[in-house]
């Protein structure tokens, strides 16, 4: 009897609106995330000045949320794999949108430090989001859409810092934590129709409603589904999607090795401590480690820079002169060069887009980072504030660019497991806390 995968089914329909739809939805859970991380950079001193806290303290509220975000982003991976796709997408989205609301109304600085940690847990589960939309996209597609997805987290970060700009100066920090939580509220009327991953049903035998999740898809995109019964049939190979120029690759990935260990390796039900023995098995390990650092270096540069926008201008707006006209001035600058900085991922993005296909994933990704590293080597020194917003804004542009490559080539390289992606998310918070 002929059979097809979903794999098949869904190179067989293409991108169509069906993941169009797929991609708004998975794209607002994404913009939740970069909101609520880069809200940080905004607290943080307003918080400072109300309660008068340390600067070490105002720190460890930052430092909290990616605490929470170690938790969550293995725990919300677990779960995903046991249960489910959208029970990830329904629990993260209440949890992070009611911990987040919550923490507006904190009546002194340990509570909100709580807060934010539950908010942070919540939040190490937008790397599910990703991982649902992936699983709808045909393998040709998946490439751009990394990109496209990516698109997404600019947006957050441009709508929180044009939201604080609003806000704080009209109202105060409390709002802008309300306000922020809001868009997290938005997914939970749309659940009910978002379907389950047809990949985990299929892992989980469940076939039958496999295939009416790709019956939705073929009706919606119009396109028919392959002939045949749909079957599930793990894959052991690498997806080369790198072009063929690009031989050397950035990780001494062999893919004949990887086949052969594959085919020794537990199955998708064996568990996350499997997952793990498998990602630094000898044939794994060296990749496997390399790729965590090269995330953790990229999560150093990017939230470093991020944080540095608000350090910068923090600190020189702390002028002695007292003037309560003075010092909203000086708050108004530190909104606007964060908005301009914020909207440097824009640029960041094309670049990156363009690069990627004329000198490859290796090269995009150490040309971007050493050039990230050029722009802030002269904020070493005292800079005017021009200068420095033009320098933060290369710096991110860079560092930005980078970590969608990265996005982009790890899977490409490495097992394309959920496990991997939530480890690397991992990274990512180390990198951020080794920034504070």
């Known amino acids: 009897m002929e059979t097809y995968t979903t794999d098949d089914a869904l190179s067989a329909m293409g991108f169509g609106r069906f993941q169009a739809l797929v991609l708004a939805y998975a794209g607002m859970g994404w913009v939740v995330e970069a909101m609520e991380l880069n809200l940080l950079s905004f607290v943080g001193p307003l918080v400072r000045e109300e309660w008068k806290v340390s600067a070490q303290d105002e720190s460890l509220l930052s430092s ?11 725990a919300w991976g677990f779960v995903s794999d046991r249960y489910g796709r959208r029970t990830v997408l329904l629990f993260s989205a209440l949890f992070t949108s009611g ?4 923490s507006a109304w904190s009546p002194n600085y340990l509570c909100l430090i709580a807060l934010r940690f539950l908010v942070g847990v919540g939040v190490g589960g937008g790397h ?27 947006i957050g970060t441009v709508l929180e810092a044009s939201l604080a700009w609003v806000v704080i100066s009209a109202l105060n920090w409390r709002w802008l934590l309300v306000l922020t939580s809001i868009p997290c509220f938005l997914l939970l009327p749309f659940f009910r129709i978002i379907p389950e991953s047809p990949r985990y049903l299929c892992a989980q035998n469940r076939m039958s409603d496999a295939t009416l999740v790709l019956e939705s898809v073929s009706m919606i995109n119009q396109e028919a589904l392959p002939p045949g019964v749909l079957t599930y049939r793990r894959e052991s190979k690498v997806d080369t999607l790198t072009s063929e120029t690009e031989i050397d690759h ?43 650092f090269v995330y953790f270096a990229n999560s150093f540069a990017y939230y470093g820079v991020v944080l540095l926008t608000s350090q ?11 003037l309560t006209t003075v010092q909203r001035q000086e708050d108004a600058n530190l909104y606007r060069d964060t908005f ?3 909207l440097a991922e824009i640029p960041g993005l094309i670049v990156s887009a363009i690069l990627v296909e004329w000198i490859g994933r290796k090269a995009t990704m150490w040309s971007m980072l050493f050039t990230c590293a050029a722009f802030l080597g002269p904020l070493v020194l005292h800079q005017d504030e ?14 930005m660019g980078s970590s969608t490559v990265l996005c982009l080539y790890a899977p490409e390289v490495c097992v394309n497991s959920l496990l991997n992606i939530a480890s690397a998310l991992l990274f990512r918070c180390l990198g951020f806390y080794s920034v504070l």
């Open 340 to 342: 301009v900085t914020s």
């Open 64 to 74: 909290v949320v990616f605490a929470g975000m170690l938790i969550g982003s293995c």
């Open 312 to 322: 910068l201008s923090d600190s020189n707006r702390n002028c002695p002169s007292g």
């Open 99 to 102: 911990m987040g609301f919550l």
């Open 386 to 399: 021009l200068l420095t917003t033009a320098l933060l804004f290369g710096a991110r542009a860079c560092a």
């Open 250 to 292: 950035l990780l001494p990935v062999r893919e004949t090795e990887i086949e052969c260990k594959a085919n020794n390796a537990l199955s998708f039900k064996s568990g996350a401590a499997a997952a793990l023995r498998r990602l630094l098995s000898p044939a794994l390990r060296r990749s496997t480690l390399l790729l965590w």
């Open 128 to 154: 599910v989001f990703s991982s649902w939309f992936l699983e709808f996209v045909p393998a040709q597609n998946r490439g751009t859409c990394v990109v496209l997805f990516s698109l997404f987290w600019t």
